[in-house]
Structures are given as structure tokens and as C-alpha cells.
């Protein structure tokens, strides 16, 4: 089977800075300024054409982080990730301009991507009916609800027919007939063979669509593996974490921040 997303040994590196002064002392200054933080460290993993991959983890793991650089959004630091054929993101307002319509939106993103304007006429009706904002469509996207922009974003999106599709939370706002009707088009694009990843706090629906699961914990991989294999240690992974106390979830990540260091991790005792 050939591969349609290769990804290695990728890290994306921030910089934290307790004030802005630090921020400019650090571009013209030889000394370093600010605290160096990995939102993804040694990434790798391979996607097969037609895989539905899940991304899991606690806040803060890096799966909008690998999901954007999967879409070209972001460059990662270091490493290197190989994408074959076209993406398209799908995250509340990703992409979205604010000062324009809906209708606007939609004709600008068309035109980014290369469609002509005889195309948009013909796929701008479709993608207008399938988010069900109506008379909105003509309105600014700055007065849509969260879940009006995911609906607008996720009608253009599946719309423009990409080879890759990745799903950032996209189905987590608005409600549920939508997300109903969103999942109906996802399992179209897996019967024609397309790559989709998915981001979601929701289990339920990751064992109903996914097949592959790649398990984040703040910033590396934790686990990489088929849902059976991979979702019940996650589960029994977040129960434990779900009762943890404030002070012991800090502790955790604070451990995990060390590792990621190369550092011993502190006592947990």
C-alpha cells in the first residue's frame, strides 16, 4: 500500500518569554532570551493511503500542533514530513476571515486553491447547502457562532475534495444532526480511499471512525497502533490522569517537560 504521509523525527520548538522586552532582545541580542518549549519532540510515523488515524492526549500533547503542520499551516523545527496530494484542515474559523461573508470565505479559499471562477459558481451552491447557515451566509463570519464557523468551515473543506483531510475538533461545536451529517460525509471519503486524521476529546467517536491511533503525550509519542490495541491503555491511561489532583497533574507534566529535557524526572513521592 503507498504511503500518503511520512513523517520523521519532527519537532516543533517555541520560545516562552516572561515579557515582551525578552522577545525583542532575543531577535537582535547574540545572548538567548526566553525558555526554549518542544510542543513536539522526534515525531515519526507513517500514514497508508486510505488510514483514519486518531490523534489522542491530554491538553497541551501537540495534536493541533502535528495537525497544522500536516496541513502546511505551521513549518515544524526539525525533522521532516512528506505529504502526498492536497490537504485540507478542518478547525473551528481555521482559515476563516473574519471581516468577510460567509459567501466571501468561500470564494476566496476557492481561489487560493486554484479553482477558477466558472468552478466556483458550480461547487459555491453545495458547499452553502451542506452548512445550513441560510440568509447568515451573506453576513460577516465575526457575528457566526463557533459552531456557525465550523459548519462553514467544514462545508468547504470537504468540498474542494482533498486527497488528506484533517480534523481538528471541527465536530465538537454546534450540534449533533450536523455531526451526524459531517460523519456520513468523512465515511464517504474513507470508502473513496482518502487519508483523514482526527482530532477529538471524544473516545466514542474515535472508536466508531478511526482505525489507527497515535497517542500523544505532551509532545512525543506515547503509543502508535490499531484503535484495539491502542484506545484501552489510553482510557485506563486517562481514567488515572481524571483523578489525579491539580497539584499531581502538575507534577505529571512537569515529569514528562523533564524527560522531554533528557532529565531525570523528579520524585513523584
Not at 22 to 27: G, K, P
Not at 166 to 183: H, P, Q, R, T
Not at 190 to 209: D, L, N, P, Y
Request: glycine letters at 8%; a positive charge.
Amino acid at each position: 500500500m503507498s504511503k500518503s504521509v511520512i513523517v520523521k523525527n519532527v519537532s516543533k520548538k517555541y520560545k516562552l518569554y516572561n515579557k515582551p522586552s525578552e522577545r525583542i532582545l532575543d531577535m537582535i541580542s547574540p545572548k538567548s532570551y526566553g525558555e526554549d518549549f518542544y510542543g513536539l519532540r522526534d515525531v515519526s510515523f507513517e500514514a497508508d493511503a486510505g488510514d483514519i488515524i486518531g490523534f489522542v492526549g491530554v491538553n497541551g500533547s501537540g495534536k493541533s500542533t502535528l495537525a497544522n503542520i500536516l496541513a502546511g499551516i505551521i513549518p515544524e523545527t526539525s525533522g521532516e514530513v512528506e505529504v502526498r496530494g492536497k490537504t485540507a484542515l478542518i478547525a473551528v474559523s481555521a482559515g476563516l476571515n473574519n471581516q468577510l461573508t460567509g459567501r466571501e470565505n468561500i470564494e476566496l479559499k476557492c481561489l487560493m486553491l486554484g479553482f477558477s471562477k466558472k468552478e466556483i459558481k458550480e461547487v459555491e451552491p453545495d458547499i452553502i447547502e451542506f452548512s445550513e447557515l441560510g440568509k447568515f451566509i451573506d453576513q460577516p463570519v465575526k457575528s457566526y457562532s463557533s459552531g456557525m464557523k465550523s459548519r462553514l468551515g467544514f462545508s468547504i473543506s470537504v468540498h474542494i475534495d482533498p486527497d488528506i483531510l484533517i480534523i481538528d475538533e471541527a465536530l465538537s461545536v454546534g450540534d449533533k444532526a450536523f455531526a451526524e451529517k459531517s460523519l456520513e460525509k468523512m465515511n464517504e471519503f474513507k470508502a473513496r480511499g482518502k487519508t483523514m486524521f482526527f482530532v477529538s476529546h471524544s473516545i466514542g467517536q474515535m472508536k466508531k471512525f478511526c482505525e489507527k491511533i497515535l497517542w500523544l503525550e505532551y509532545g512525543e509519542v506515547k503509543e502508535f497502533g490499531t484503535v484495539k490495541e491502542v484506545i484501552p491503555k489510553y482510557e485506563q491511561f486517562f481514567k488515572e490522569y481524571k483523578a489525579m489532583s491539580k497539584a499531581e497533574k502538575k507534577k505529571f507534566r512537569e515529569n514528562a517537560m523533564r524527560k522531554q529535557s533528557g532529565l531525570e524526572p523528579m520524585s513523584t513521592s
